[in-house]
């Protein structure tokens, strides 16, 4: 869900236990180096969560903002590539992803911003074909029941996750860390947790395609997290995996987050591709010549200083 990097109970102990001041200082470093190079480039060169040393990713070197509203915006990364950046509760992303007989939709944001997306997808005037979800939090699959029923079109999620689509079963009964467990507990009591059921749900697994972008079991986060790849465009949609601020990616050990043991190694799995550019749940697209490099290093960065804390069974 939203994309909190580290829970205060976690940078307590890690800060008591000397850790906590090297991490502050290497995130703070980031920052402050970020601003500057922004500060020293032309308005033109300053593209909200690129990599300023990496070529923007988009016609005519630039990323297009085809919308703009309170609420949402929506952006031309590359051609066949939309951003749909929906504004509340938080900042969360849906991307629309062209294939030769039309649309697939990575990620469905609320059940409120079904509108919002079909919107958007009218505006293209391509059909949407597809929605694939990297997984079952209310932000990224609350709109994929409605969209299906107005679309026709099919619901894909991995076989751990569908469960939780169908309404057969709830995450918050699923094991993982106290801080989590309880988190999840209290959005289900609120009704905020379960999005609304989905009929019919495709289930996949590891190295299944949708449509031409390739499955990856990336769990952690939640059980059934994927990746989805794209090897014409050497993108990777990471769910919420990491996120990015200000340019900068963070790993995802929020407190949503149910394993971040599972979540680490599944950094691993993304060794097997080449990407330049990592599509998050939340924040703008990050592009770097070796994203995979730079995410792994950061998950190693990172999870060398926090203490582990083991996943509580249910």
Same mark, same amino acid.
């Given at each position: 869900m939203f994309p909190w990097r580290v829970r205060p109970s976690t940078v307590a102990k890690a800060y008591h236990a000397n850790a906590g001041p090297a991490l502050t200082s290497d995130?703070?470093?980031?920052? $402050?180096?970020?601003?500057?190079?922004?500060?020293?480039?032309?308005?033109?060169?300053?593209?909200? &969560?690129? !990599?300023?040393?990496?070529?923007? *990713?988009? @016609?005519?070197?630039?990323?297009?903002?085809?919308? !703009?509203?309170?609420?949402?915006?929506?952006?031309?990364? =590359?051609?066949?590539?939309w951003r749909v950046c929906i504004n509340f509760p938080a900042s969360t992303n849906c991307w629309l992803w062209q294939e030769p007989d039309g649309l697939t939709l990575i990620d469905a944001a609320h059940s409120w911003d079904a509108g919002? $997306?079909?919107?958007?997808?009218?505006? $293209?005037? #391509?059909?949407?074909?597809?929605?694939? $979800?990297? *997984?079952?939090?209310?932000? *990224?699959?609350?709109?994929?029941?409605?969209?299906a029923r107005r679309t026709g079109a099919t619901v894909y999620a *991995?076989?751990? @996750?569908? !469960?939780?689509?169908? &309404?057969?079963?709830?995450?918050?009964?699923?094991?993982?860390s106290r801080e989590s467990r309880y988190l999840h507990r209290i959005a289900r009591k609120t009704g905020l947790l379960d999005p609304p059921q989905i009929a019919d749900v495709q289930s996949v697994s590891d190295g299944d395609l949708v449509g031409s972008l390739k499955v990856l079991h990336t769990p952690g986060h939640t059980p059934g997290?994927? =990746?989805?790849?794209? @090897?014409?465009?050497?993108?990777?949609?990471?769910?919420?995996?990491?996120?990015t601020r200000f340019g900068i990616l963070l790993l995802n050990f929020s407190w949503f987050t149910l394993d971040s043991e599972r979540l680490e190694a599944s950094l691993d799995r993304y060794s097997e591709v080449k990407a330049r550019t #990592?599509?998050?749940?939340?924040?703008?697209?990050?592009?770097? !010549?070796?994203?995979?490099?730079?995410?792994?290093? #950061?998950?190693?960065r990172v999870l060398s200083r926090l203490p582990r804390i083991q996943p509580r069974p249910q």
């Open positions: 995130v703070l470093k980031q920052l $402050i180096n970020c601003v500057k190079n922004r500060l020293a480039k032309p308005a033109s060169a300053m593209l909200v &969560g690129a !990599r300023l040393d990496a070529p923007a *990713h988009g @016609e005519n070197g630039s990323m297009k903002v085809m919308k !703009r509203t309170i609420g949402h915006s929506v952006q031309s990364i =590359s051609p066949g590539l919002t $997306i079909l919107d958007t997808i009218n505006m $293209i005037d #391509l059909p949407l074909k597809r929605i694939a $979800i990297t *997984h079952a939090h209310p932000d *990224h699959a609350g709109g994929a029941a409605e969209l *991995h076989q751990c @996750e569908t !469960r939780f689509l169908t &309404g057969d079963a709830s995450i918050a009964d699923m094991p993982g997290s994927i =990746s989805l790849w794209s @090897e014409s465009d050497q993108s990777m949609f990471i769910g919420d995996n990491a996120s #990592l599509l998050a749940g939340h924040g703008p697209a990050y592009h770097s !010549r070796d994203a995979v490099a730079d995410l792994q290093s #950061l998950g190693i």
